[in-house]
């Protein structure tokens, strides 16, 4: 696992979305996994920015999202895909059939969990993926306890991430306890992982999934078992760490990194 602190939001947004648009820049059919959230806004505003101004090829990518509620429509404005619509699919030239998300609505849950799976092993997996973090450290939607093993299944959701995440509801309690979620397992087969944590609000929970005991406890911290895993905060998530001189040299001194400081 490598780690990047950034100065501020701004720039640790930019170098997620710089380390995704290379991707795509490297390989225009590349697999993409991507996140929701609010964390994830500014990266897709940006995405969007290089689309327009520095002509961001995204007619060859597949997405595959991590997670949807169940029970909401592709339609819903709370639905994962309406987010995705919105913050990213109508601002890029990727074709939508090239977009993938678990379909809410399924009527058999066991069945969606495997095509799921099945589509995302038949691109040939995913080559980066995008990744924000819960309160209660969850990657997707893999709540504590969540087998560090799991596949794309429906999960139920935890009172912390329902108060986290019904505030995006009108009314807030129309926010689903479910959802279907790529599982831990699906997430750690991708090919490079790319995290991006910011706000002092996630600092401890930053602080676990990174320096903390990897367990199923803090699904986030799985990534500590992943070759290529980076984990980008800004100043303020990083703010609980305890090892950052040691993250700063990395990024100063690797060759790796020489293009993006
Ligand atoms: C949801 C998503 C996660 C995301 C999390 C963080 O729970 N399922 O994938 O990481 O939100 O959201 P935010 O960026 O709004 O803090």
């Not at 404005?77 to 379909?103: A, E, G």
């Not at 995302?120 to 939607?141: K, N, V």
């Not at 807030?172 to 706000?199: H, N, Q, S």
């Amino acid at each position: 696992m490598e780690v990047i602190i950034r100065p501020d939001t701004a720039r640790a947004v930019r170098l997620a979305a710089r380390l995704i648009a290379d991707t795509v820049k490297m390989k225009p059919a590349c697999k993409l996994g991507l996140a929701t959230g609010h964390t994830m806004e500014a990266v897709y505003a940006e995405l969007g920015r290089m689309h327009c101004e520095q002509k961001l090829d995204f007619s060859l990518v597949r997405t595959f999202n991590l997670d949807e509620y169940i029970g909401l429509a592709a339609t819903d404005p709370n639905s994962y895909r309406y987010y995705m619509d919105q913050h990213l699919f109508k601002c890029i030239n990727i074709d939508v059939r090239n977009t993938f998300l678990p379909d809410g609505m399924a009527a058999d849950e066991i069945a969606e969990g495997q095509r799921y799976e099945s589509l995302i092993r038949d691109a040939g997996g995913i080559d980066l993926q995008l990744l924000g973090i819960g309160s209660d450290g969850h990657i997707g939607f893999n709540e504590p306890i969540s087998s560090l093993a799991s596949r794309t299944r429906a999960k139920a959701l935890t009172p912390a991430t329902y108060l986290q995440n019904s505030k995006y509801f009108t009314p807030p309690e129309a926010m689903p306890k479910r959802a279907f979620t790529m599982g831990v397992g699906t997430i750690m087969d991708a090919k490079r992982i790319v995290m991006l944590i910011t706000g002092s609000a996630k600092a401890g929970i930053a602080a676990k999934a990174i320096e903390g005991p990897v367990t199923a406890m803090v699904t986030g911290s799985a990534l500590q078992l992943h070759p290529a895993a980076v984990v980008i905060l800004d100043q303020a998530a990083a703010g609980m760490l305890t090892q950052t001189d040691y993250y700063n040299w990395v990024f100063a001194n690797e060759p790796e990194w020489a293009d993006y400081r």
